[in-house]
């Protein structure tokens, strides 16, 4: 990270090469930059920017494996990203999300211009932006989510949504749980909860959040109590809401 006024690191990200092209030969005009690296898709640009540290990403929406959005949900809270992108149906999610600019392409080099000069008054400060939001963002309106991902140190991992087991919330963390396996997501249960389908995935508790399709049976538990009990014997507590939303279910599938 750089200081205010000296040289703004920048990190571009797109999966075409002529765009990453052009973004260089822009960046040329303007005054203050240089380019840390360039990257053709999510993942890379992860691994660059936790070496490189720029202040700065140009960020396209649309790439393989990871989007734009979800880039942006590991990214350093303190990296400005700017999005770079030929399709305007993102804007407004965009700006949900905390990003300093959207440039629709074609733009001509004072228009980028213009979004480094913002990037530069943001580089460095935190972008608060809550775990929903970006979920959201990373889908089109009216879906839900059927990845999720998570970022486990060094290493990324794109959960498929039918293959998490549960949710359980900690504070503002959720672990999820699937293939025998768990990790921690920076995100409150409630959002997570919302970008899921609630015909497959239910509030049993307060703290959980289980996926149907791994649900074996409910049973009694103490004298006033039921717990689920999932295929590989996993029991977890379930609330009279939640009870109740389970049988809302039940009854709805006759």
């Known amino acids: 990270m750089t200081d205010p006024g000296g040289t703004l690191s920048i990190l571009i990200v797109d999966d075409e090469e002529p765009a990453r092209l052009l973004l260089r030969e822009l960046l040329e005009s303007v005054p203050g930059v240089r380019i840390a690296g360039e990257a053709a898709n999510g993942l890379e640009a992860l691994g660059l920017a936790a070496r490189e540290r ?65 990037a530069r008054a943001r580089a460095g400060r935190l972008r608060d932006v809550d775990g929903g939001a970006l979920s959201a963002a990373a889908r089109p309106a009216g879906t839900y989510a059927t990845r999720i991902v998570v970022r486990d140190g060094p290493r990324v991992d794109v959960l498929p949504a039918a293959e998490v087991e549960y949710a359980r919330g900690q504070a503002d963390y959720v672990e999820l749980v699937a293939g025998g396996r768990s990790c921690l997501k920076q995100q409150t249960l409630q959002s997570l909860e919302a970008s899921l389908d609630p015909g497959q995935f239910v509030r049993i508790h307060r703290s959980y959040l289980v996926n149907l399709a791994f649900l074996k049976r409910i049973e009694p538990w103490g004298s006033d109590s039921r717990q689920a009990v999932l295929a590989d014997g996993t029991e977890l507590p379930v609330s009279r809401a939640g009870l109740a939303r389970l049988n809302e279910i039940f009854d709805g599938k006759g």
């Open 54 to 118: 720029p202040d700065v990403v140009l960020l396209d929406v649309q790439m393989p494996r990871m989007d734009g959005f979800e880039t942006l949900d590991l990214l350093d809270p303190r990296i400005a990203v700017v999005f770079v992108t030929a399709f305007d149906e993102h804007a407004l999610r965009a700006f949900e999300v905390n990003a300093v600019d959207y440039l629709l392409k074609p733009f001509p080099a004072a228009r980028l211009a213009e979004a480094i000069s913002r």
